[in-house]
């Protein structure tokens, strides 16, 4: 074999990957269609748990050197208003929205530093067998190659132990697998964009109305990024004239729509209409899948880049266990389990803020907590992922640190007295579809 590991996509996912199975002492080949830097459909948000993973990587300085940290967020649902810090994770107590020309850039040059050889620019066009039908390798050009140049000219097979698809929520990898789906939900939201330059708005900010969120983070290069949420039903109304809808979305919340105005909008809006929230069997005879491939949710948690480097620090362990001789096949077996064990709480929680909906509820428990800095942080750290959301929302858990009043005030607007009241949802288990959290309205 040319490689022990090859690796389909660079960017957050795969470039991770690389750069985790290249430090381990594995020969890693790295591919991609892009030629960083580059830039592709992002929420920008790093949680706190990815920016401790980065900062534990050697690449989070880079980040932060022309990123604002974000240490503290409001979180404005119109009648109920808090703000707070995020709990530490390993001494990182704040999230940070790079653009991904950065940030991509950054972890692909990470695992050209630990070893991995990275072709960019390199579209695969097939995945090679052997005749057990077992993956053994890629087949690709070099893009803008073979053009008067003869047919061969740019083209390369390379063979490995182990391809991993790397290559987003339409991964060609896992369809020439024919991976297997489930939890699969239809989308419900789609999202629009675009970066501010003269906008006077804190740091991070998420305006939570019904039928609408919107994040409001500060990025690198003194922009910021500021989305929104809609239902899914509202988008072909909403292309006919994208710039109404935004701002009229934004005009929903406080005085956003008034500040943004003053400001000058620095590139042209972004769509995204279609991501679908499924998970993907992630392993094969010869293949694994990580990040959007793998998994993945609607952005509105803003969790996918977190879930990324989560994901590539499982699935790089338990390859470096399984090529060690622990036997790879039951390695990456294990890898599903820890993945799905770990991303489910996420998926249900993202499922929950994907209704675009506050509950009475709810309301009461962000006014019940907003003058608690400890248990604002708590909830925080929940949206963040620092926090499982399943845990939060087990029975005595919120309504045990909220006392009475909370529960009286719940009585009398006629709400059964849960932790899914306040929560948005039922809690999920490994054990069983974990993924039918069903929402109060309110």
């Not at 996509?9 to 991609?32: E, F, K, S």
């Not at 990815?50 to 990123?67: E, H, N």
């Not at 063979?159 to 419900?188: C, E, F, N, W």
């Not at 994907?354 to 309301?363: D, P, Y």
């Amino acid at each position: 074999m040319d490689h022990d590991v090859i690796v389909v996509g660079t960017r957050a996912a795969g470039a991770a990957t690389a750069m985790l199975l290249a430090r381990a002492g594995l020969r890693v080949l790295a591919v991609d269609r892009a030629r960083f830097p580059s830039d592709t459909l992002s929420t920008h948000q790093v949680q706190v748990p990815g920016i401790a993973r980065l900062g534990r990587w050697g690449v989070l300085d880079r980040i932060a050197a022309v990123t604002p940290a974000v240490p503290v967020v409001r979180l404005d649902a119109g009648s109920a208003v808090l703000e707070g810090r995020y709990p530490a994770v390993d001494g990182v107590d704040a999230l940070y929205g790079p653009r991904r020309t950065l940030l991509d850039a950054a972890l692909v040059d990470a695992a050209r530093a630990a070893g991995a050889e990275v072709r960019e620019g390199f579209a695969v066009e097939e995945l090679t067998r052997d005749p057990e039908g077992r993956i053994t390798g890629i087949r690709g050009r070099l893009r803008g190659e073979g053009r008067g140049r003869g047919p061969d000219s740019g083209r390369m097979t390379a063979t490995a132990r182990l391809v991993i698809g790397a290559d987003g929520k339409r991964s060609m990898t896992a369809q020439a697998v024919g991976a297997g789906s489930y939890h699969v939900r239809q989308p419900v939201t789609f999202a629009c964009y675009s970066y501010w330059s003269g906008v006077d708005v804190p740091p991070g900010s998420i305006h939570v109305r019904s039928g609408l969120t919107v994040p409001a983070f500060h990025t690198n290069d003194g922009l910021v990024m500021i989305a929104m949420f809609a239902p899914m039903a509202e988008f072909d109304r909403f292309r006919a004239d994208p710039e109404a809808g935004y701002l009229a979305a934004l005009d929903r919340c406080g005085d956003l729509g008034e500040r943004v105005r003053a400001g000058v909008r620095a590139e042209p809006f972004r769509l995204a209409p279609d991501v679908p929230n499924l998970f993907r069997t992630p392993h094969g005879p010869g293949w694994a899948l990580v990040g959007d491939a793998g998994v993945v949710m609607d952005p509105v948690a803003g969790q996918g880049i977190s879930n990324a480097f989560r994901d590539a620090e499982l699935l790089a362990a338990a390859v470096v266990r399984g090529l060690d001789g622990g036997g790879l096949d039951e390695a990456l077996a294990g890898y599903q389990r820890e993945r799905d064990a770990a991303a489910l709480p996420v998926f249900a929680m993202t499922r929950a803020l994907a209704t675009l909906r506050v509950s009475g509820g709810q309301r009461l428990l962000l006014s019940a907590i907003a003058d608690d800095p400890a248990e604002t942080s708590r909830f925080l750290g929940v949206l963040a992922g620092a926090a499982r959301y399943d845990e939060y929302l087990r029975p005595g858990n919120v309504l045990g640190r909220l006392g009475g009043g909370v529960v009286r005030r719940l009585r009398r607007l006629g709400r059964p007295v849960t932790a899914a009241c306040v929560g948005g949802g039922r809690a999920p288990t490994v054990a069983g579809d974990a993924t039918d959290a069903t929402p109060v309205s309110g």
